[in-house]
């Protein structure tokens, strides 16, 4: 993916030409990585010779460019709310090729997604039902549903991204969701066209979904048994990629094929038509398609200690290694003579303990250096915020050989464009004279 010629490329890229042209923190985007990605998936399931669907987990990475992307190379969409929603249909995407999660999706944004025909709702729990049910028959709309259910499977993953469990306030849990279903034929605006579970992200082989599939088809033989005409069992996403090397990954060519074996078997031994298998890669297909870019400031030597290499981003352009642990790699991005690789921590430039990265070896970092961080193309800039004030990174997209803004950098201005002041503060000069004023 990366080769050092003078600087330091990502997909073909100069980074430090990309850095000086467009600033710092920067998000940058392949699509070509992101079409390899799709291609491979496509590639993999059209093996196995069932009806397949792919679609991408918007909440991994959403911008208008990458919904364009994701339209254009023929797959559905994964949204989890109305602005991505809108986003989708901003971009001109199909509403119904667009699958609508989400744990508690509040009545504004069912009403929107019922209204602009959004292809299939995934419902999350019996209360869901009853409020889907409620708002479609005020709307006299039937509604295409799938539900999300909670199979009991432990992904062997961190515990913070396992989602499959029992115990999680995602999906119905696996014992209820007969019983939740099955009032479903007292509800005419419900149609019931499939069923859904996601066991958790980075999941580096099929064994999971495997052992997902099977506790699946109990619940789906006993609601085709009951009459109802099922047509799809998505099995969700969690795609493992390698954050940093020698990591383990989920090899789609290797273990789709291996997972369809298995079900195909389960299916003829019980005597039901095969579904369509659907999946809903989020990280796998964008984490590696996005590199963050920074410029090093300050280098703080501790003697015996440790050395700081702190950067003009963090915590703000990327929270996961504060949530849980995240690891990743670094790189000087400069050309230069030697090679004189240095143990250093790097650090984001938050009012907090903000380490981007605890343990890397760089090339001599000093300051005005760009440093790449890779394979954060995934729950970055989703997750980004204005801690500290400070405005979010700008985002470009290449492709081939061109590049172009797709989200524009903040300004300071941005940042406070929603805040407000009360009318009683108004002409007041300070909090101070607010209270004495009220005394």
């Known amino acids: 993916m990366n080769e050092r010629m ?3 490329t990502f997909s073909g890229h100069d980074t430090v030409d990309l850095a000086s042209r467009y600033g710092t923190p920067l998000y940058v985007m392949s699509e070509d ?8 998936l496509k590639t993999a399931f059209e093996s196995t010779g069932i009806q397949y669907g792919i679609n991408y987990a918007g909440k991994s990475f959403t911008t208008m460019a990458m919904c364009r992307i994701v339209d254009g190379l023929g797959i559905s969409l994964d949204v989890v709310s109305q602005g991505e ?14 699958y609508f999660h989400g744990s508690n999706k509040q009545p504004g944004e069912i009403r929107y997604a019922i209204e602009k025909g959004i292809g299939h709702i995934i419902i999350d729990s019996d209360y869901e039902l009853d409020l889907i049910n409620r708002i479609a028959t005020e709307m006299g709309h039937e509604v295409r549903v799938l539900f999300r259910v909670s199979p009991g499977i432990e992904a062997h993953t961190h515990e913070l991204i396992e989602t499959g469990t029992l115990d999680s306030k995602f999906g119905v849990p696996l014992n209820q969701a007969e019983d939740t279903i099955l009032k479903t034929r007292e509800m005419p605006a419900i149609q019931v066209d499939g069923l859904h579970c996601h066991i958790g992200s980075q999941v580096v082989d099929e064994q999971p979904f495997v052992l997902a599939g099977d506790a699946m ?7 085709v048994e009951a009459g109802f005409h099922l047509e799809e069992l998505n099995l969700g996403g969690g795609f493992g990629i390698p954050y940093l090397q020698g990591d383990e990954s989920f090899d789609v060519l290797k273990y789709i094929p291996k997972m369809v074996a298995h079900l195909k078997k389960r299916f003829a031994a019980e005597g039901i038509a095969m579904p369509r298998i659907t999946v809903e890669p989020g990280r796998y297909i964008s984490a590696e398609a996005g590199v963050t870019l920074y410029t090093v400031g300050t280098v703080k030597d501790i003697p015996g200690l440790r050395k700081y290499v702190s950067v003009d981003g963090g915590m703000n352009d990327n929270p996961r290694p504060a949530l849980y642990g995240a690891e990743y790699e670094a790189f000087i991005c400069n050309g230069k003579d030697d090679e004189r690789m240095e143990k250093v921590t790097v650090s984001g430039r ?4 903000d380490t981007l990265i605890e343990s890397v070896e760089l090339n001599a970092p000093e300051a005005g250096d760009i440093l790449m961080v890779t394979n954060t193309g995934a729950y970055n800039y989703t997750m980004s915020s204005n801690y500290n004030r400070y405005p979010r990174p700008a985002v470009v997209l290449l492709s081939g050989d061109r590049s172009g803004v797709i989200v524009e950098r903040e300004t300071n201005e941005d940042v406070l464009r929603y805040d407000r002041i009360p009318d009683w503060m108004k002409g007041l000069t300070s ?9």
């Open 6 to 8: 003078n600087n330091l």
């Open 33 to 40: 990585i992101v079409a390899k990605r799709i291609s491979d």
């Open 85 to 98: 929603i809108m986003t989708a249909l901003k971009a001109g995407f199909d509403p119904k090729r667009i």
């Open 217 to 223: 088809l109990g619940l789906y033989k006993k609601l």
């Open 350 to 353: 938050a009012c907090e303990n």
């Open 431 to 439: 909090c101070l004279t607010f209270h004495l004023q009220a005394c």
